[in-house]
């Protein structure tokens, strides 16, 4: 499957922005799907994940309650919708899949990942 991240921008803080991930080559129903996001000098870390169903979600602590992850297996998409924005969100955000019967949140779990879109948020 070839992911394509996309729907980063700059944004004021408390702003909203929902990042798109579209899938193609492989239907998206057949995996887990997940945001990571990283800034230079650090590693990549796990944002949000959703189960092939979307019947399982799990968030990082630090986006919990103003994040939110969706999927929508007929349009081969995954979205995040991100609100309450801080300064210390930005980062390049990826879209990550992954066959895995569980939800995992680690990024050595993923297999397929996309090219990153940047989010920058000003303070």
């Known amino acids: 499957v070839q992911l394509q991240a996309s729907g980063g921008g700059l944004v004021q803080a408390g702003g909203s922005l929902r990042l798109s991930c579209a899938a193609s080559?492989?239907?998206?129903?057949?995996?887990?799907m997940a945001w990571f996001r990283q800034t230079p000098g650090k590693e990549r870390e796990f944002v949000a994940a959703?189960?092939?169903?979307?019947?399982?979600?799990k968030y990082a602590d630090s986006v919990k309650g103003r994040f939110t992850i969706s999927r929508d297996n007929a349009k081969n998409m995954v979205y995040l919708q991100l609100t309450s924005l801080k300064p210390e969100d930005t980062a390049v955000y990826y879209c990550a899949g992954d066959r895995s019967p569980f939800v995992e949140i680690t990024q050595n779990e993923y297999d397929y990942w996309g090219q990153g879109t940047l989010v920058t948020v000003s303070s």
């Open positions: 959703v189960s092939w169903s979307g019947g399982s979600i």
């Open positions: 080559g492989r239907a998206v129903v057949n995996y887990n």
